[in-house]
Antibody, heavy 124, light 110 residues
Framework: QLQLQESGPGLVKPSETLSLTCTVS??????????WGWIRQPPGKGLEWIGS???????YYCPSLKSRVTVSVDTSKNQFSLKLSSVTAADTAVYYC????????????????WGQGILVTVSS | QSALTQPPSASGSPGQSVTISCTGT?????????VSWYQQHPGKAPKLMIY???KRPSGVPDRFSGSKSGNAASLTVSGLQAEDEADYYC??????????FGGGTKLTVL
């Protein structure tokens, strides 16, 4: 059974860098061709796609966040990570990692496996 | 402001059908058959209900159906049940390796 688990600090100071890791179990990032994704949801608001990465490190980012976002993969640990720099209160959200329905083609099939989400609050 | 436009709310009585719209542009919904729909209950992660406009993942009841016409997609829930009360989000591939979501619709079962 595929499981994804987000981890990282729940509190980040303004102007600092938010760093999260998604640990995957039940599937191997290196042997599959999925575009693993990060999605966030501010409290009481809608979903926003942040970025996606595949096993070889090919990345795609939300245009409005691209200047501040880095998504990376560590196949030896079966993890992928998110870094968001220069955070403000507007970056306070539940951050989810997810795996799409269809392998190989970015954004084709939606995300059918999600982590439980981690609330990250930006505050001094 | 979300890239895709959804009504903030929708409602229906048990057993009825309700349709939720998702309006985009000729650059996203109108250009690709890569529209997905998600159901989200409070405090839970989203659940994929529809992908590629009208396909259902395994385990999703056939009461849920999706369609698209022009720049707008729709999710129809037939035979409404109490457990269908949730927030629903659409998403679409928007070209140039970009993925966009709608603002969400709160479905109330009366």
């Amino acid at each position: 059974q595929l499981q994804l688990q987000e981890s990282g600090p729940g509190l980040v100071k303004p102007s600092e860098t938010l760093s999260l890791t998604c640990t995957v179990s039940g599937d191997s990032i290196s042997s599959s061709t999925y575009y693993w994704g990060w999605i966030r949801q501010p409290p009481g608001k809608g979903l926003e796609w942040i970025g996606s990465i595949n096993y070889s490190g090919t990345t795609y980012y939300c245009p409005s966040l691209k200047s501040r976002v880095t998504v990376s993969v560590d196949t030896s640990k079966n993890q992928f990570s998110l870094k968001l720099s220069s955070v403000t209160a507007a970056d306070t959200a539940v951050y989810y990692c997810a795996r799409p329905m269809i392998r190989g083609i970015f954004a084709r099939g939606g995300f059918n496996y999600w982590g439980q989400g981690i609330l990250v609050t930006v505050s001094s | 402001q979300s890239a895709l436009t959804q009504p903030p709310s929708a409602s229906g009585s048990p057993g009825q059908s309700v349709t939720i719209s998702c309006t985009g542009t000729s650059s996203d919904v109108g250009a690709y058959d890569y529209v997905s729909w998600y159901q989200q209950h409070p405090g839970k992660a989203p659940k994929l209900m529809i992908y590629e406009v009208s396909k259902r993942p395994s385990g999703v009841p056939d009461r849920f159906s999706g369609s698209k016409s022009g720049n707008a997609a729709s999710l129809t829930v037939s035979g409404l049940q109490a457990e269908d009360e949730a927030d629903y989000y659409c998403s679409s591939y928007a070209g140039s390796n970009n993925l966009v979501f709608g603002g969400g619709t709160k479905l109330t079962v009366l």
